[in-house]
């Protein structure tokens, strides 16, 4: 299984970026989705997570009205729409998918990987 984590960029505090993760094959349908962080020198931490048909989505506190996780089954893809960015959202983002269908929010429920996406916010 392949997941393709996309939409990191260099960004202005307060602006807005997408991000999106893709996986090779319909991997994603039945499985929760998260996103997780990781800033340098910092731990790996979760950001947002979503069950498998997305009617339960879980934020870190620090995210919680400016991110939104949300998914497309359709085209098996998982965005987070990252809004009112703050130089310290500046990290290396990851997607994951889960192995139960639940919106897991601890690193240990997950066991696919993206290769993550840089995400960088300048004030």
């Known amino acids: 299984v392949q997941l393709q984590a996309s939409g990191g960029g260099l960004v202005q505090a307060g602006g807005s970026l997408r991000l999106s993760c893709a996986a090779s094959r319909r991997t994603l349908s039945n499985n929760g989705v998260g996103w997780f962080r990781q800033a340098p020198g910092q731990e790996r931490e979760i950001v947002a997570a979503i069950n498998w048909n997305g009617g339960d989505k879980r934020y870190t506190d620090s995210v919680k009205g400016r991110f939104t996780i949300s998914r497309d089954r359709s085209t098996n893809t998982v965005y987070l729409q990252m809004d009112s960015l703050k130089p310290e959202d500046t990290a290396v983002y990851y997607c994951?998918?889960?192995?139960?269908?639940?919106?897991?929010?601890?690193?240990?429920?997950?066991?696919?990987w993206g290769q993550g996406t840089l995400v960088t916010v300048s004030s």
């Open positions: 994951a998918v889960a192995r139960s269908s639940f919106a897991a929010t601890d690193s240990a429920s997950y066991n696919y």
